[in-house]
């Protein structure tokens, strides 16, 4: 970690080692730590904004030119930065970046590197179908690959197996998922808003997003967002794929679950990193990556949160479950009039979702419930409602709640296990034999499935009596066609 700092300060970064200093911390890979009580709003290190690594930055783009840039899509998705990456680390110390570059993780705990066996045992989780390995190598094969053959100038036959192959793809891609940040040209942001906000210290700040936003739109979800179709890229709302940057050690810092006491600010020439609370010397400094639910903390970044929960035992607090319209439909279908598809198409056109989100709160969200009723509603009434272009409220009544207790009760079978095996799994006796995949899919799933039980006791006191009873699971329903999802 020396030679890290040492290229860091050779290059324009400063760091408060008076400080802070990086350590190995056991179960978190390396981290940062305070060596002395250090009081809110101070400047743990600041990051030349030229020191971050992104397309903008990265020569490389300029030497490829902007009509072969476009024609292979590399200003889509992350493959243009994952090729700079590649780009870069073949030119060994030559590249600005070698230092920051050399000490980059090439082992990852994510899902995308899983054996087929441990997958499994992700299976009906939200991570699940999430993985998009198959897009990645896709967008490799379609969009990289070709850029490679047009200028051996600049990738030399003879470096493609060591920095160019697959392997290197996803793991540079792995490398922009679990530590990229959301960094815009300090241009635009002063033309956005003039003047940032002002820390403790009265100092002219922006806060800069922490890690890459898994919500914002270039983030499509899947493992790295692909490079798409032309007509996507004139979609106003797409982020800019220049704003996607690596930044050398502010990304160095952990995260868990409400612990975050340090953040990444924006300043004109530079980046900060500033603890937003006082810290005491041997405690660790933690950046948020937003405190996302286990199952994309370990789609992301290859671990999850276990802390302890407000309603007892132990787990993540910001725990979701997704349950998709399609199973919705299914459970419906017994009492379903002809025009289901057409209600569905029309509620994905009112811009209602194709999933459904459960948190910790255990109620049946209310865009779930809206959607049950539109399902249900009499013809007469499904006419009004589609001329007023009026969704049904999503209030719970008996009826409603009888339905959500079937459709949550399949939901949970569509896991192979129940919460009953997943705890034995976790107990203090058999938890030391569960690989770390293995420990991690039963945590992931666990936590999905006891927001679902929680939701159905809660559930069970509101329908009528002998609601709920499990029936055998009804596959005749049409499914919801996807069109949007959260995914
Ligand atoms: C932005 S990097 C942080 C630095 C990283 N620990 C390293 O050694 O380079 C994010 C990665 O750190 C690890 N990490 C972060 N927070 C963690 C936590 N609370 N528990 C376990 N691992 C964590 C995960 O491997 C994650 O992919």
């Not at 198959?134 to 490799?140: G, I, L, T, V």
Request: aromatic share 6%.
């Amino acid at each position: 970690m020396d030679t890290l700092l040492s290229w860091f300060e050779s290059q324009g970064g400063s760091l408060d080692s008076f400080s802070i200093k990086l350590a190995d911390i056991e179960g978190h890979g390396r981290g940062a730590v305070a060596k002395r009580d250090i009081p809110e709003g101070h400047v743990l290190f600041s990051i030349p904004r030229g020191l971050t690594l992104s397309t903008r930055n990265s020569a490389l783009p300029g030497l490829i030119g902007q009509a072969l840039w476009d024609k292979h899509g590399l200003g889509k998705g992350w493959v243009g930065l994952i090729l700079c990456m590649m780009w870069e680390e073949a030119q060994g110390t030559s590249s600005k970046w070698s230092g920051y570059l050399n000490i980059l993780p090439n082992v990852f705990d994510t899902p995308m590197f899983w054996a087929e066996e441990d997958l499994q045992e992700l299976k009906a989780t939200a991570v699940f179908d999430k993985i998009g390995k198959e897009d990645a190598e896709r967008d490799y094969r379609d969009r990289l690959l070709p850029c490679l053959q047009t200028r051996p100038d600049l990738f030399p036959q003879d470096q493609i197996s060591t920095y160019y192959s697959l392997e290197r793809y996803h793991i540079n891609g792995s490398r922009i998922l679990s530590r990229s940040f959301h960094v815009e040209n300090a241009a635009d942001e002063e033309e956005e808003d003039n003047v940032g906000d002002t820390n403790e210290n009265g100092m002219d700040v922006d806060e800069a997003p922490q890690l890459i936003d898994p919500n914002a739109p270039t983030t499509t979800g899947s493992e790295y967002p692909e490079a798409e179709d032309s007509e996507a890229s004139e979609d106003e709302d797409e982020e800019d794929v220049g704003d996607v940057a690596m930044v050398p050690l502010a990304d160095m810092l952990n995260a868990r679950y409400g612990s975050e006491n340090a953040k990444l600010f924006y300043e004109k020439h530079d980046l900060r990193m500033v603890t937003t609370k006082p810290i005491k010397a041997g405690e660790q400094i933690w950046n948020t990556y937003g405190d996302p639910p286990n199952s994309d903390l370990l789609r992301r970044y290859g671990h999850v949160d276990i802390i302890p929960l407000p309603e007892g035992g132990e787990g993540n607090p910001a725990d979701i479950v997704e349950v998709r319209a399609d199973l919705v439909v299914e459970c419906l279908s017994g009492i379903q009039s002809g025009e289901t598809s057409e209600r569905i198409d029309w509620w994905l056109d009112q811009g209602g979702d194709d999933v459904f989100v459960l948190d910790k709160e255990l109620e049946l969200p209310e865009d779930c419930i809206s959607f049950i009723r539109l399902l249900q509603l009499p013809q007469n009434e499904w006419e009004k409602a589609r001329k007023k272009n009026k969704l049904p409220k999503g209030k719970l009544d008996p009826t409603i709640a009888s339905i959500g207790l079937k459709v949550l009760d399949q939901r949970l079978n569509q896991y192979p296990t129940t919460i009953e095996e997943d705890e034995g799994l976790l107990s203090p006796e058999r938890i030391g034999g569960l690989s770390l995949n293995r420990k991690h899919a039963v945590i992931v799933r666990l936590g999905e499935k006891r927001i679902l039980k929680g939701t159905l006791d809660k559930l069970r006191s509101m329908a009528p009596q002998g609601g709920g009873k499990r029936k055998a699971n009804d596959t005749s329903g049409r499914g919801v066609s996807g069109k949007k999802s959260r995914r």
